[in-house]
T-cell receptor, first 113, second 115 residues
Framework: AQSVTQLGSHVSVSEGALVLLRCNYSSSVPPYLFWYVQYPNQGLQLLLKYTTGATLVKGINGFEAEFKKSETSFHLTKPSAHMSDAAEYFC???????????FGKGTTLSVSS | DTAVSQTPKYLVTQMGNDKSIKCEQN?????MYWYKQDSKKFLKIMFSYNNKELIINETVPNRFSPKSPDKAHLNLHINSLELGDSAVYFCASSQGGSGRAIGQYFGPGTRLTVT
């Protein structure tokens, strides 16, 4: 069965510090993995996705994620946090049929100056 | 131009009423979805339509009825609203309904409050 676990419901970093948001998945088929960001009172914006090929995926706003099959992980990183990165981040995996997304419970990222 | 739009953005109504939420996408996608985000921000798929045909119907009360008049529109009608229906409802679209979902584009959401 498909599932996503996001470790840490809340992550706090200082401006300029490394951002690391953790995501582990379970999938009975080769997974397609996604990170979305949700700013307050807004919809979800696709940050990046892994489908096939290169396991290090670069996305928008300086974020990247690495697919590690052996660890069933897809952690999201950014070298230097900005205040504008404060938001809710969701990791997702496709369902078995590939017809919808299964989301993790989200991680709230706070950035302090 | 907004890629995926929803109306209304906010909807406040009383228990027992019937309401509709509309969704339109101008991306030329062939698949559209409805997701529900609860008060804890957990997102769950409700329905999915591919080329106007229902392909996902999760365990959702039959008070919820999606309707897709064409590939660019997917509306959600809710009968006999209950307090537990209060949530944010997101519409999304993607290209390719069968096989892998290669990334969905979400609308801004409709915050439904049932009093």
């Amino acid at each position: 069965a498909q599932s996503v676990t996001q470790l840490g419901s809340h992550v706090s970093v200082s401006e300029g510090a490394l951002v690391l948001l953790r995501c582990n998945y379970s999938s009975s088929v080769p997974p397609y993995l996604f990170w979305y960001v949700q700013y307050p009172n807004q919809g979800l914006q696709l940050l990046l996705k892994y489908t096939t090929g290169a396991t290090l995926v670069k996305g928008i706003n300086g974020f990247e994620a690495e697919f590690k099959k052996s660890e069933t992980s897809f952690h999201l990183t950014k070298p230097s946090a900005h205040m504008s990165d404060a938001a809710e981040y969701f990791c997702a995996v496709n369902n078995q049929a590939g017809t919808a997304l299964i989301f993790g419970k989200g991680t709230t990222l706070s950035v302090s100056s | 131009d907004t890629a995926v739009s929803q109306t209304p953005k906010y909807l406040v109504t009383q228990m027992g009423n019937d309401k509709s939420i509309k969704c339109e996408q101008n991306l030329g996608h062939d698949t559209m979805y409805w997701y529900k985000q609860d008060s804890k921000k957990f997102l769950k798929i409700m329905f999915s339509y591919n080329n106007k045909e229902l392909i996902i119907n999760e365990t959702v009360p039959n008070r919820f009825s999606p309707k897709s008049p064409d590939k660019a529109h997917l509306n959600l009608h809710i009968n006999s609203l209950e307090l537990g229906d209060s949530a944010v409802y997101f519409c999304a679209s993607s290209q390719g309904g069968s096989g892998r979902a290669i990334g969905q584009y979400f609308g801004p959401g409709t915050r439904l409050t049932v009093t």
